[in-house]
Protein backbone atom coordinates (compact mmCIF):
# COMPACT_ATOMS: atom_id res chain seq x y z
CA UNK A 1 0.00 0.00 0.00
CA UNK A 2 1.57 3.31 -0.93
CA UNK A 3 0.66 6.38 1.58
CA UNK A 4 -0.45 9.21 -0.44
CA UNK A 5 -0.33 11.43 2.17
CA UNK A 6 3.16 11.67 3.06
CA UNK A 7 6.73 10.39 2.76
CA UNK A 8 7.48 11.63 -0.52
CA UNK A 9 10.47 10.55 -1.80
CA UNK A 10 12.13 9.82 -5.35
CA UNK A 11 12.47 6.60 -7.22
CA UNK A 12 15.63 6.06 -8.14
CA UNK A 13 17.45 2.44 -9.45
CA UNK A 14 13.83 1.08 -7.61
CA UNK A 15 14.62 2.56 -4.30
CA UNK A 16 12.95 5.24 -2.15
CA UNK A 17 15.54 7.91 -1.71
CA UNK A 18 15.06 11.18 0.38
CA UNK A 19 17.70 14.37 0.04
CA UNK A 20 19.89 16.33 2.15
CA UNK A 21 17.65 19.45 0.92
CA UNK A 22 13.97 19.82 0.44
CA UNK A 23 11.89 21.74 -0.67
CA UNK A 24 7.62 22.88 0.33
CA UNK A 25 4.83 21.86 -1.58
CA UNK A 26 1.34 24.29 -1.48
CA UNK A 27 -2.05 24.00 -1.88
CA UNK A 28 -2.94 27.08 -4.40
CA UNK A 29 -6.43 27.21 -2.94
CA UNK A 30 -5.17 28.34 0.70
CA UNK A 31 -1.40 28.61 0.07
CA UNK A 32 -0.18 26.71 2.70
CA UNK A 33 2.61 24.13 2.59
CA UNK A 34 1.33 20.69 2.11
CA UNK A 35 4.73 18.64 2.14
CA UNK A 36 8.16 18.83 2.12
CA UNK A 37 9.56 17.44 -1.21
CA UNK A 38 13.18 16.06 -1.27
CA UNK A 39 15.71 18.78 -3.47
CA UNK A 40 17.33 15.98 -5.55
CA UNK A 41 21.30 16.84 -5.55
CA UNK A 42 23.64 16.72 -8.90
CA UNK A 43 25.04 12.96 -7.47
CA UNK A 44 21.46 11.59 -7.25
CA UNK A 45 20.56 12.69 -10.73
CA UNK A 46 23.89 11.03 -11.44
CA UNK A 47 22.60 7.80 -9.78
CA UNK A 48 19.68 7.66 -11.96
CA UNK A 49 21.64 7.92 -15.18
CA UNK A 50 23.55 5.92 -14.28
CA UNK A 51 20.86 3.29 -13.12
CA UNK A 52 18.89 4.39 -16.49
CA UNK A 53 21.68 3.21 -18.59
CA UNK A 54 22.53 0.02 -16.96
CA UNK A 55 18.90 -1.22 -17.02
CA UNK A 56 18.66 -0.02 -20.90
CA UNK A 57 20.91 -3.01 -21.60
CA UNK A 58 18.55 -5.23 -20.66
CA UNK A 59 15.05 -3.47 -21.17
CA UNK A 60 16.00 -2.23 -24.98
CA UNK A 61 16.31 -6.15 -25.42
CA UNK A 62 12.67 -7.37 -23.47
CA UNK A 63 10.29 -8.10 -25.84
CA UNK A 64 7.53 -6.27 -26.74
CA UNK A 65 5.19 -8.23 -24.75
CA UNK A 66 6.68 -7.45 -21.74
CA UNK A 67 7.04 -3.53 -22.41
CA UNK A 68 3.47 -3.76 -23.61
CA UNK A 69 2.47 -5.85 -20.05
CA UNK A 70 4.10 -3.12 -18.17
CA UNK A 71 2.22 0.00 -19.60
CA UNK A 72 -1.21 -2.30 -18.94
CA UNK A 73 -0.30 -2.93 -15.02
CA UNK A 74 0.70 0.62 -15.18
CA UNK A 75 -2.56 1.44 -15.96
CA UNK A 76 -4.31 -0.24 -13.67
CA UNK A 77 -2.04 0.78 -10.86
CA UNK A 78 -3.14 4.29 -11.61
CA UNK A 79 -7.00 3.15 -11.86
CA UNK A 80 -7.12 0.95 -8.49
CA UNK A 81 -5.13 4.51 -6.77
CA UNK A 82 -7.64 6.60 -8.64
CA UNK A 83 -9.42 8.06 -5.16
CA UNK A 84 -6.08 9.17 -4.17
CA UNK A 85 -4.52 10.35 -7.12
CA UNK A 86 -7.34 12.36 -7.91
CA UNK A 87 -7.60 13.74 -4.14
CA UNK A 88 -3.73 14.71 -4.37
CA UNK A 89 -3.41 16.39 -7.74
CA UNK A 90 -6.59 18.49 -6.38
CA UNK A 91 -4.72 19.18 -3.11
CA UNK A 92 -1.28 19.85 -5.26
CA UNK A 93 -2.46 21.34 -8.41
CA UNK A 94 -5.49 22.93 -7.32
CA UNK A 95 -8.25 21.80 -10.10
CA UNK A 96 -11.74 20.68 -9.04
CA UNK A 97 -12.69 17.00 -9.07
CA UNK A 98 -14.05 16.43 -12.74
CA UNK A 99 -10.56 17.89 -13.92
CA UNK A 100 -8.60 15.74 -12.00
CA UNK A 101 -10.66 12.57 -13.11
CA UNK A 102 -10.32 13.71 -16.55
CA UNK A 103 -6.39 13.73 -16.16
CA UNK A 104 -6.10 10.29 -14.17
CA UNK A 105 -8.63 8.37 -15.97
CA UNK A 106 -6.65 9.84 -19.19
CA UNK A 107 -3.21 8.91 -17.53
CA UNK A 108 -4.92 5.18 -17.81
CA UNK A 109 -5.93 5.30 -21.11
CA UNK A 110 -2.99 6.82 -22.82
CA UNK A 111 -0.81 3.63 -20.52
CA UNK A 112 -3.09 1.48 -22.66
CA UNK A 113 -3.52 2.91 -25.70
CA UNK A 114 0.40 3.49 -26.58
CA UNK A 115 0.99 0.33 -25.00
CA UNK A 116 -0.61 -0.87 -28.38
CA UNK A 117 1.56 1.14 -30.87
CA UNK A 118 4.89 -0.68 -32.24
CA UNK A 119 7.07 0.96 -35.33
CA UNK A 120 7.20 -1.89 -37.57
CA UNK A 121 10.65 -2.67 -39.18
CA UNK A 122 10.76 -1.44 -42.83
CA UNK A 123 12.03 -3.47 -45.76
CA UNK A 124 13.56 -0.86 -48.20
CA UNK A 125 14.24 -3.73 -50.36
CA UNK A 126 14.92 -7.36 -50.62
CA UNK A 127 15.78 -8.92 -53.66
CA UNK A 128 18.00 -12.17 -54.89
CA UNK A 129 20.98 -9.18 -54.34
CA UNK A 130 20.45 -7.05 -51.49
CA UNK A 131 17.99 -6.76 -48.48
CA UNK A 132 17.53 -3.35 -46.84
CA UNK A 133 15.88 -2.90 -43.67
CA UNK A 134 14.94 0.20 -41.66
CA UNK A 135 14.41 -0.27 -37.54
CA UNK A 136 13.64 2.13 -34.98
CA UNK A 137 16.05 1.42 -32.00
CA UNK A 138 15.60 2.57 -28.76
CA UNK A 139 17.87 5.96 -28.05
CA UNK A 140 18.91 5.36 -24.44
CA UNK A 141 18.19 7.34 -21.01
CA UNK A 142 15.26 9.80 -21.98
CA UNK A 143 14.93 12.75 -19.79
CA UNK A 144 11.15 13.88 -19.31
CA UNK A 145 10.33 17.21 -18.16
CA UNK A 146 6.97 18.31 -17.23
CA UNK A 147 5.33 21.52 -16.23
CA UNK A 148 2.52 21.87 -13.52
CA UNK A 149 -0.62 22.01 -15.16
CA UNK A 150 -1.58 18.63 -16.13
CA UNK A 151 1.58 17.06 -14.09
CA UNK A 152 0.30 13.30 -14.45
CA UNK A 153 -0.83 13.35 -17.69
CA UNK A 154 2.17 15.19 -19.42
CA UNK A 155 4.54 12.63 -17.01
CA UNK A 156 3.02 9.96 -18.56
CA UNK A 157 2.83 11.31 -22.30
CA UNK A 158 6.30 11.15 -21.76
CA UNK A 159 6.96 7.88 -20.22
CA UNK A 160 4.90 5.65 -21.93
CA UNK A 161 6.48 6.02 -25.47
CA UNK A 162 9.56 6.20 -23.63
CA UNK A 163 9.16 2.61 -22.05
CA UNK A 164 7.26 1.35 -24.99
CA UNK A 165 9.89 1.24 -27.85
CA UNK A 166 12.48 0.14 -25.25
CA UNK A 167 14.23 3.45 -23.67
CA UNK A 168 14.29 4.47 -20.13
CA UNK A 169 13.13 6.93 -18.71
CA UNK A 170 14.16 9.90 -15.47
CA UNK A 171 11.00 11.99 -14.77
CA UNK A 172 11.33 15.12 -13.74
CA UNK A 173 7.72 16.70 -12.71
CA UNK A 174 7.58 20.33 -11.89
CA UNK A 175 8.74 22.02 -8.46
CA UNK A 176 5.16 23.08 -8.47
CA UNK A 177 3.35 19.92 -8.47
CA UNK A 178 5.84 17.09 -7.59
CA UNK A 179 3.41 14.73 -5.34
CA UNK A 180 1.71 12.56 -7.40
CA UNK A 181 4.24 12.11 -9.53
CA UNK A 182 6.51 10.80 -7.28
CA UNK A 183 3.37 8.50 -5.54
CA UNK A 184 3.61 7.23 -9.09
CA UNK A 185 7.53 6.46 -9.45
CA UNK A 186 6.93 4.33 -5.92
CA UNK A 187 3.77 2.50 -7.07
CA UNK A 188 5.79 1.45 -10.32
CA UNK A 189 8.63 -0.13 -8.47
CA UNK A 190 6.44 -3.39 -8.80
CA UNK A 191 6.02 -3.32 -11.65
CA UNK A 192 9.56 -2.63 -13.88
CA UNK A 193 12.95 -3.45 -13.07
CA UNK A 194 15.42 -0.73 -11.02
CA UNK A 195 16.52 2.13 -13.39
CA UNK A 196 13.65 1.33 -16.06
CA UNK A 197 11.76 4.40 -14.77
CA UNK A 198 13.23 7.14 -12.06
CA UNK A 199 11.66 9.90 -10.49
CA UNK A 200 13.30 12.95 -9.25
CA UNK A 201 12.48 16.02 -7.92
CA UNK A 202 14.21 19.60 -7.81
CA UNK A 203 13.75 23.18 -9.48
CA UNK A 204 15.22 24.37 -12.59
CA UNK A 205 18.31 23.69 -11.91
CA UNK A 206 17.52 20.33 -11.63
CA UNK A 207 16.07 20.40 -15.40
CA UNK A 208 19.28 22.26 -16.29
CA UNK A 209 21.38 19.39 -15.42
CA UNK A 210 19.41 16.75 -16.64
CA UNK A 211 19.61 18.73 -20.65
CA UNK A 212 23.25 18.75 -20.22
CA UNK A 213 23.91 15.25 -18.84
CA UNK A 214 26.27 13.27 -21.08
CA UNK A 215 24.52 10.03 -20.22
CA UNK A 216 21.05 11.00 -21.39
CA UNK A 217 20.33 10.99 -25.17
CA UNK A 218 16.76 12.72 -25.35
CA UNK A 219 14.95 15.20 -23.81
CA UNK A 220 11.09 15.62 -23.85
CA UNK A 221 10.20 18.46 -22.63
CA UNK A 222 6.72 20.60 -22.17
CA UNK A 223 6.80 23.89 -20.78
CA UNK A 224 7.09 27.64 -21.91
CA UNK A 225 8.79 28.31 -25.00
CA UNK A 226 11.78 30.71 -23.12
CA UNK A 227 12.49 27.71 -21.39
CA UNK A 228 12.29 25.17 -24.23
CA UNK A 229 14.71 27.72 -25.80
CA UNK A 230 17.22 27.11 -23.10
CA UNK A 231 16.48 23.43 -22.89
CA UNK A 232 17.53 23.40 -26.98
CA UNK A 233 21.06 26.21 -26.17
CA UNK A 234 21.62 23.48 -23.61
CA UNK A 235 20.70 20.03 -25.42
CA UNK A 236 22.81 21.15 -28.46
CA UNK A 237 26.16 20.42 -26.30
CA UNK A 238 25.89 16.51 -26.42
CA UNK A 239 23.51 17.07 -29.77
CA UNK A 240 20.63 15.50 -27.65
CA UNK A 241 17.23 14.54 -29.52
CA UNK A 242 14.77 17.09 -28.10
CA UNK A 243 10.93 17.12 -28.40
CA UNK A 244 9.50 20.93 -27.12
CA UNK A 245 5.94 21.09 -26.56
CA UNK A 246 5.48 24.82 -25.72
CA UNK A 247 3.71 27.57 -25.54
CA UNK A 248 0.54 28.70 -27.22
CA UNK A 249 -1.83 31.95 -28.11
CA UNK A 250 -4.95 30.00 -29.37
CA UNK A 251 -6.92 31.55 -31.56
CA UNK A 252 -10.99 30.79 -31.95
CA UNK A 253 -12.70 32.42 -34.86
CA UNK A 254 -16.53 32.69 -34.47
CA UNK A 255 -18.59 33.44 -37.46
CA UNK A 256 -21.76 35.09 -37.72
CA UNK A 257 -24.26 31.96 -38.36
CA UNK A 258 -24.20 31.25 -34.74
CA UNK A 259 -26.39 30.66 -32.64
CA UNK A 260 -24.86 32.75 -29.26
CA UNK A 261 -26.84 31.18 -26.63
CA UNK A 262 -26.01 27.98 -28.03
CA UNK A 263 -22.48 28.34 -28.53
CA UNK A 264 -21.38 30.34 -26.06
CA UNK A 265 -20.68 27.06 -23.30
CA UNK A 266 -18.37 25.85 -25.53
CA UNK A 267 -16.03 28.94 -26.12
CA UNK A 268 -16.15 29.52 -22.56
CA UNK A 269 -14.72 26.18 -21.45
CA UNK A 270 -12.50 26.43 -24.69
CA UNK A 271 -10.89 29.48 -22.90
CA UNK A 272 -11.20 28.82 -19.24
CA UNK A 273 -10.54 24.87 -18.71
CA UNK A 274 -8.14 24.06 -16.06
CA UNK A 275 -8.89 27.53 -14.86
CA UNK A 276 -7.21 28.59 -18.66
CA UNK A 277 -3.77 27.28 -17.36
CA UNK A 278 -3.86 25.33 -20.73
CA UNK A 279 -1.14 25.29 -23.61
CA UNK A 280 -4.63 25.03 -25.47
CA UNK A 281 -7.05 27.52 -24.25
CA UNK A 282 -8.26 29.66 -26.71
CA UNK A 283 -6.90 32.99 -25.83
CA UNK A 284 -7.93 34.69 -28.27
CA UNK A 285 -11.63 34.97 -29.39
CA UNK A 286 -12.40 36.27 -32.69
CA UNK A 287 -16.21 36.71 -32.97
CA UNK A 288 -18.18 37.94 -36.44
CA UNK A 289 -19.35 42.00 -35.68
CA UNK A 290 -22.86 40.86 -36.44
CA UNK A 291 -22.97 38.34 -33.66
CA UNK A 292 -20.63 40.07 -31.11
CA UNK A 293 -21.95 41.82 -29.32
CA UNK A 294 -24.70 39.30 -28.67
CA UNK A 295 -22.34 36.60 -27.73
CA UNK A 296 -20.36 38.87 -25.64
CA UNK A 297 -23.59 39.49 -23.37
CA UNK A 298 -24.27 35.65 -23.12
CA UNK A 299 -20.17 35.05 -22.12
CA UNK A 300 -20.49 37.63 -19.29
CA UNK A 301 -24.13 35.60 -18.14
CA UNK A 302 -21.79 32.67 -18.29
CA UNK A 303 -18.95 33.47 -16.69
CA UNK A 304 -21.22 34.59 -13.77
CA UNK A 305 -22.68 31.38 -13.23
CA UNK A 306 -19.47 29.41 -13.02
CA UNK A 307 -17.99 28.80 -9.56
CA UNK A 308 -14.60 29.52 -8.69
CA UNK A 309 -12.98 28.21 -5.45
CA UNK A 310 -11.01 25.26 -3.93
CA UNK A 311 -11.26 22.42 -5.93
CA UNK A 312 -11.77 20.26 -2.81
CA UNK A 313 -15.40 21.64 -2.48
CA UNK A 314 -17.79 19.26 -4.64
CA UNK A 315 -19.70 22.68 -6.46
CA UNK A 316 -16.29 24.67 -7.76
CA UNK A 317 -16.09 24.24 -11.37
CA UNK A 318 -12.70 26.59 -11.42
CA UNK A 319 -10.17 26.19 -8.58
CA UNK A 320 -6.92 28.91 -7.95
CA UNK A 321 -3.88 29.82 -10.31
CA UNK A 322 -1.44 27.04 -9.66
CA UNK A 323 1.34 29.12 -7.57
CA UNK A 324 2.64 32.41 -6.65
CA UNK A 325 4.67 33.45 -9.55
CA UNK A 326 2.20 32.46 -11.70
CA UNK A 327 -0.42 34.83 -9.78
CA UNK A 328 1.76 37.64 -9.76
CA UNK A 329 1.88 37.19 -13.79
CA UNK A 330 -1.38 36.87 -14.11
CA UNK A 331 -2.22 39.91 -11.99
CA UNK A 332 0.24 41.84 -14.31
CA UNK A 333 -1.79 41.43 -17.08
CA UNK A 334 -4.78 42.87 -15.37
CA UNK A 335 -2.79 45.61 -14.67
CA UNK A 336 -1.76 46.44 -18.41
CA UNK A 337 -5.29 45.95 -19.41
CA UNK A 338 -6.41 48.71 -16.35
CA UNK A 339 -3.54 51.06 -17.18
CA UNK A 340 -4.30 51.10 -21.04
CA UNK A 341 -8.26 51.74 -20.15
CA UNK A 342 -9.35 48.53 -21.68
CA UNK A 343 -13.03 47.63 -20.28
CA UNK A 344 -13.62 44.64 -18.93
CA UNK A 345 -16.83 43.09 -19.39
CA UNK A 346 -17.09 40.81 -16.37
CA UNK A 347 -14.00 40.44 -13.80
CA UNK A 348 -10.83 42.87 -13.41
CA UNK A 349 -10.88 42.87 -9.81
CA UNK A 350 -8.32 40.50 -7.72
CA UNK A 351 -8.63 40.27 -4.14
CA UNK A 352 -5.19 39.89 -2.75
CA UNK A 353 -6.76 38.69 0.72
CA UNK A 354 -8.11 35.64 -0.66
CA UNK A 355 -7.11 32.97 1.19
CA UNK A 356 -5.71 31.14 -2.33
CA UNK A 357 -4.17 32.54 -5.26
CA UNK A 358 -8.02 33.00 -6.72
CA UNK A 359 -8.28 35.62 -9.92
CA UNK A 360 -11.50 35.82 -11.14
CA UNK A 361 -13.11 34.83 -14.95
CA UNK A 362 -12.26 38.07 -16.76
CA UNK A 363 -13.75 39.39 -19.75
CA UNK A 364 -11.41 42.10 -21.69
CA UNK A 365 -14.16 43.86 -24.45
CA UNK A 366 -12.04 44.53 -28.03
CA UNK A 367 -9.00 45.25 -26.92
CA UNK A 368 -6.07 46.87 -29.46
CA UNK A 369 -4.36 44.06 -31.33
CA UNK A 370 -1.16 44.59 -30.55
CA UNK A 371 -1.75 44.72 -26.47
CA UNK A 372 0.07 42.55 -24.10
CA UNK A 373 -3.14 40.54 -23.39
CA UNK A 374 -3.77 39.81 -27.47
CA UNK A 375 -0.14 39.28 -28.16
CA UNK A 376 0.74 37.15 -25.15
CA UNK A 377 0.29 34.02 -23.33
CA UNK A 378 -1.40 34.94 -19.77
CA UNK A 379 -2.11 31.43 -18.61
CA UNK A 380 -4.30 32.32 -16.51
CA UNK A 381 -8.21 33.19 -17.05
CA UNK A 382 -8.46 36.44 -18.25
CA UNK A 383 -9.57 36.25 -21.72
CA UNK A 384 -9.52 38.99 -24.91
CA UNK A 385 -12.61 39.16 -26.82
CA UNK A 386 -11.74 40.68 -30.59
CA UNK A 387 -14.13 42.19 -33.55
CA UNK A 388 -14.04 41.12 -36.82
CA UNK A 389 -15.72 41.62 -40.47
CA UNK A 390 -13.13 40.23 -43.08
CA UNK A 391 -12.41 37.07 -43.75
CA UNK A 392 -8.83 37.16 -45.15
CA UNK A 393 -7.94 39.75 -42.34
CA UNK A 394 -9.24 37.97 -39.05
CA UNK A 395 -7.36 35.16 -40.83
CA UNK A 396 -3.95 37.20 -40.70
CA UNK A 397 -4.86 38.22 -37.54
CA UNK A 398 -5.45 35.16 -36.29
CA UNK A 399 -1.51 34.16 -37.79
CA UNK A 400 -0.17 36.75 -36.48
CA UNK A 401 1.85 35.69 -33.99
CA UNK A 402 5.26 33.57 -32.89
CA UNK A 403 3.00 30.84 -31.69
CA UNK A 404 1.25 28.02 -33.23
CA UNK A 405 0.33 26.01 -31.18
CA UNK A 406 -4.13 25.65 -31.73
CA UNK A 407 -6.90 27.10 -33.50
CA UNK A 408 -10.57 26.48 -33.58
CA UNK A 409 -13.07 27.41 -36.24
CA UNK A 410 -17.12 27.98 -34.74
CA UNK A 411 -20.09 28.21 -37.55
CA UNK A 412 -22.69 26.89 -39.31
CA UNK A 413 -21.50 26.63 -42.89
CA UNK A 414 -19.05 24.17 -43.17
CA UNK A 415 -17.67 24.71 -45.80
CA UNK A 416 -16.64 28.79 -44.70
CA UNK A 417 -15.15 26.59 -41.14
CA UNK A 418 -13.23 23.98 -43.14
CA UNK A 419 -11.96 26.99 -45.32
CA UNK A 420 -11.04 28.98 -42.51
CA UNK A 421 -9.43 26.16 -40.74
CA UNK A 422 -6.87 25.38 -43.54
CA UNK A 423 -5.35 28.34 -43.46
CA UNK A 424 -4.66 28.44 -39.72
CA UNK A 425 -1.00 28.08 -38.79
CA UNK A 426 -0.97 25.63 -35.93
CA UNK A 427 -0.44 21.49 -34.98
CA UNK A 428 -4.15 21.20 -34.34
CA UNK A 429 -6.86 22.82 -35.56
CA UNK A 430 -10.64 22.27 -34.51
CA UNK A 431 -13.39 22.94 -36.34
CA UNK A 432 -16.90 22.96 -34.37
CA UNK A 433 -14.91 21.19 -31.57
CA UNK A 434 -12.01 21.68 -29.13
CA UNK A 435 -9.05 19.68 -27.18
CA UNK A 436 -9.86 16.87 -28.48
CA UNK A 437 -6.85 14.46 -28.23
CA UNK A 438 -6.26 11.44 -28.63
CA UNK A 439 -3.15 8.90 -28.45
CA UNK A 440 -3.48 8.04 -31.97
CA UNK A 441 -3.63 11.97 -32.82
CA UNK A 442 -0.56 13.58 -33.29
CA UNK A 443 -0.32 16.59 -31.03
CA UNK A 444 2.64 19.51 -31.13
CA UNK A 445 2.93 23.24 -32.26
CA UNK A 446 4.06 25.07 -35.49
CA UNK A 447 6.79 28.08 -34.87
CA UNK A 448 7.69 28.60 -31.58
CA UNK A 449 5.40 26.29 -29.68
CA UNK A 450 7.35 23.38 -30.11
CA UNK A 451 9.61 21.31 -31.86
CA UNK A 452 8.39 17.31 -32.88
CA UNK A 453 5.38 16.36 -31.11
CA UNK A 454 3.37 13.75 -29.18
CA UNK A 455 0.96 10.90 -29.58
CA UNK A 456 0.60 8.81 -32.44
CA UNK A 457 3.40 7.14 -34.61
CA UNK A 458 5.34 10.40 -35.15
CA UNK A 459 5.16 11.08 -31.92
CA UNK A 460 6.96 7.47 -30.75
CA UNK A 461 8.91 7.63 -33.63
CA UNK A 462 10.97 10.68 -31.56
CA UNK A 463 12.57 7.79 -29.30
CA UNK A 464 13.83 6.00 -31.81
CA UNK A 465 16.71 6.47 -34.10
CA UNK A 466 16.40 5.02 -37.88
CA UNK A 467 18.66 2.14 -38.09
CA UNK A 468 19.66 0.89 -41.26
CA UNK A 469 20.68 -2.57 -42.15
CA UNK A 470 22.10 -3.68 -45.71
CA UNK A 471 22.88 -7.10 -46.78
CA UNK A 472 24.62 -7.78 -49.96
CA UNK A 473 23.75 -11.36 -50.81
CA UNK A 474 26.28 -12.18 -53.28
CA UNK A 475 29.37 -10.61 -51.82
CA UNK A 476 32.43 -11.78 -54.12
CA UNK A 477 35.47 -12.50 -51.14
CA UNK A 478 33.77 -15.63 -49.52
CA UNK A 479 34.94 -18.83 -49.44
CA UNK A 480 31.76 -19.82 -51.73
CA UNK A 481 32.33 -17.49 -54.20
CA UNK A 482 36.15 -17.63 -54.71
CA UNK A 483 34.97 -21.81 -55.08
CA UNK A 484 32.12 -20.88 -57.66
CA UNK A 485 34.86 -18.45 -59.41
CA UNK A 486 37.31 -21.21 -59.37
P1 LIG B 1 8.34 26.15 -17.29
O1 LIG B 1 9.02 26.21 -18.61
O2 LIG B 1 8.61 27.22 -16.31
O3 LIG B 1 8.71 24.78 -16.52
C1 LIG B 1 8.51 23.51 -17.09
C2 LIG B 1 9.51 22.53 -16.50
O4 LIG B 1 10.83 22.91 -16.91
C3 LIG B 1 9.55 22.49 -14.98
O5 LIG B 1 9.73 21.16 -14.56
C4 LIG B 1 10.77 23.33 -14.64
O6 LIG B 1 11.36 23.04 -13.38
C5 LIG B 1 11.70 22.99 -15.77
N1 LIG B 1 12.72 24.01 -16.09
C6 LIG B 1 12.68 25.33 -15.84
N2 LIG B 1 13.79 25.94 -16.32
C7 LIG B 1 14.52 24.97 -16.93
C8 LIG B 1 15.74 24.97 -17.68
N3 LIG B 1 16.41 26.10 -17.90
N4 LIG B 1 16.19 23.81 -18.18
C9 LIG B 1 15.47 22.67 -18.00
N5 LIG B 1 14.32 22.60 -17.30
C10 LIG B 1 13.84 23.73 -16.79
O7 LIG B 1 6.80 26.01 -17.63
P2 LIG B 1 5.55 25.98 -16.62
O8 LIG B 1 5.35 27.37 -16.08
O9 LIG B 1 5.71 24.84 -15.68
O10 LIG B 1 4.36 25.59 -17.62
C11 LIG B 1 3.62 26.54 -18.33
C12 LIG B 1 4.03 26.60 -19.79
O11 LIG B 1 3.98 25.29 -20.35
C13 LIG B 1 3.09 27.44 -20.63
O12 LIG B 1 3.83 28.25 -21.52
C14 LIG B 1 2.29 26.40 -21.42
O13 LIG B 1 1.74 26.86 -22.64
C15 LIG B 1 3.30 25.33 -21.61
N6 LIG B 1 2.66 24.05 -21.89
C16 LIG B 1 2.78 23.54 -23.14
C17 LIG B 1 2.15 22.33 -23.44
C18 LIG B 1 2.26 21.71 -24.81
O14 LIG B 1 2.00 20.52 -24.93
N7 LIG B 1 2.64 22.45 -25.84
C19 LIG B 1 1.41 21.66 -22.46
C20 LIG B 1 1.33 22.22 -21.19
C21 LIG B 1 1.97 23.42 -20.91
Not at 63 to 89: C, G, P
Not at 93 to 104: F, H, L, S, Y
Not at 120 to 127: N, R
Not at 453 to 477: P, Q, V
Amino acid sequence: MVDFDSNYRQTISGRLVSADKTFAAYNPATRKVIAEVPDASQAQLDDAVAAARAAFRAWRNSSVAERTHALNTIADLIEKNSESFMTLLTREQGKPRAGAQWEIMGSAIWCREIAKQTLPEEIVEDTADRRVVTRFSPLGVVGGIVPWNFPVLLAIWKIAPALVTGNTIIVKPSPFTPLCTLKLGELCRDVLPPGVLSVVSGGDDLGKWMTAHPGISKIAFTGHTDTGKDVMRSAAGTLKRITLELGGNDPAIVLADVDPKKIVPELFWAAFQNNAQFCNATKRLYVHEDVYDEVLKEMVTYSKSVKVGDGERPDTQLGPIQNQPQYEKVIEYFEDCRKHGYRFAVGGQIDRSAHGWFVPVTLVDNPPETSRIVTEEPFGPILPVLKWKDEADVIRRANDTVYGLGASVWGMDLEAVQRIGSQLEAGTVWLNEVHQYSPHQAFGGHKQSGIGCENSLHGLMEYTNWHTITLNKNAGFGRQSTTKAA
